[in-house]
């Protein structure tokens, strides 16, 4: 079945660091594959997504690469912020599994001033 | 904001006990879907309902089950609450119409406390 594997944490950085977080998943089908975003006490928000091979998703300095040669959706940052201080969620979603999301274990970043 | 409340935001329920949540979806948004996300772990998927209608379930008992409102609104209930159910419970709204690229909104959750 569909799943994501996800780097596990935590992760603790200095401010303006470079940030990877390794990501890759396993489907059926075209899946489409998203970077979330998870403050603490609050609810998930879209980071960035990606529908297609090759497709770059990008938001606030974040940026993944759909590989579909690799099955990977890494999400990197060049220069993090103590604001980006969160968990950090791979998924998927895709048609052939009724839409439904497929979400990693989660990474938790820690940006240290 | 998404536009996807959610309440209580917390809870605190006895084990055996019955529990209902509840989630108001974004405007024009037909679709909903329930996560349940235990401390350290990722959302997993409860169930969806389209139009009423429960349209995908995940590996979850049939003690959990939902109800979706004709104005899109839903209720997530909860039987026979045991320890194990104590997480946050995230639902996600969006337009059911589109593909796998079409944006869902989630709201802030409900944390449940089973003790």
């Known amino acids: 079945g569909d799943s994501v594997t996800q780097m596990e944490g935590p992760v603790t950085l200095s401010e303006e660091a470079f940030l990877t977080i390794n990501c890759t998943y396993t489907a059926t089908g075209y899946p489409s594959l998203f970077w979330y975003v998870q403050y603490p006490g609050e609810g998930l928000q879209l980071l960035l997504k990606?529908?297609?091979?090759?497709d770059k998703g990008s938001n606030k300095g974040f940026e993944a690469t759909y590989r579909k040669e690799t099955t990977s959706f890494h999400l990197e940052k060049g220069s993090v912020q103590v604001s980006d201080s969160a968990v950090y969620f791979c998924a998927l979603r895709s048609t052939n599994t009724g839409n439904q999301f497929y979400f990693g274990t989660g990474t938790s970043l820690t940006v240290i001033p | 904001e998404t536009g996807v409340t959610q309440s209580p935001t917390h809870l605190i329920k006895t084990r055996g006990q019955q529990v209902t949540l509840r989630c108001s979806s974004q405007s024009g948004h037909n679709t909903v879907s329930w996560y349940q996300q235990a401390l350290g772990q990722g959302p997993q998927f409860i169930f969806q309902?389209?139009?009423?209608?429960?349209?995908g379930r995940g590996n979850f008992p049939p003690r959990f089950s939902g109800l979706q409102f004709p104005n899109y609104s839903s209720e997530l209930n909860v039987n026979a609450l045991e320890l194990d159910d104590s997480a946050l419970y995230l639902c996600a709204s969006r337009e059911g119409t589109g593909g796998a690229n079409t944006e869902a909104f989630f709201g802030q959750g409900t944390r449940l406390t089973v003790v």
């Open positions: 309902y389209y139009r009423e209608e429960e349209n």
């Open positions: 990606a529908t297609k091979a090759d």
